[in-house]
């Protein structure tokens, strides 16, 4: 089994910034690609970064230009660095994780990090 730990929300006052990261752990073979979701009340969860096993990175348009997604492979940990946060980017943020495992191709997601952009 795989499971995901993510650490770094809270609150920060808009045009501050905010980093998460996620640690994925258990018996990884490899590990496909590694992206964040948010979900804000009364809305759909929504791809906010990924970044492919080659590097490959895209972001949704509203966070483009203010938020990075990079990885350190050897540790199988994310990260996404948020800077002029927003109101509307408050949210829970997800970790989600394409991984293969003995059993196969598989995704996996963690429990989620509140993040609150408020003055």
């Known amino acids: 089994q795989v499971q995901l730990v993510e650490s770094g929300g809270g609150l920060v006052q808009p045009g501050g910034s905010l980093g998460l990261s996620c640690v994925a752990s258990g018996s990884i073979f490899s590990v496909n690609y590694m992206a964040w979701f948010r979900q804000a009340p009364g809305k759909q969860r929504e791809l906010v970064a990924q970044?492919?096993?080659?590097?490959?990175?895209n972001y949704v348009d509203s966070v483009r230009g203010r938020f990075t997604i990079s990885r350190d492979s050897a540790k199988n940990t994310v990260y996404l660095q948020m800077n002029s946060l927003k109101p509307d980017d408050t949210a829970v943020y997800y970790c989600?994780?394409?991984?293969?495992?003995?059993?196969?191709?598989?995704?996996?997601w963690g429990q989620g990090t509140q993040v609150t952009v408020s003055s």
């Open positions: 989600n994780v394409g991984a293969t495992i003995s059993s196969g191709l598989y995704v996996f």
């Open positions: 970044i492919k096993k080659d590097g490959t990175t």
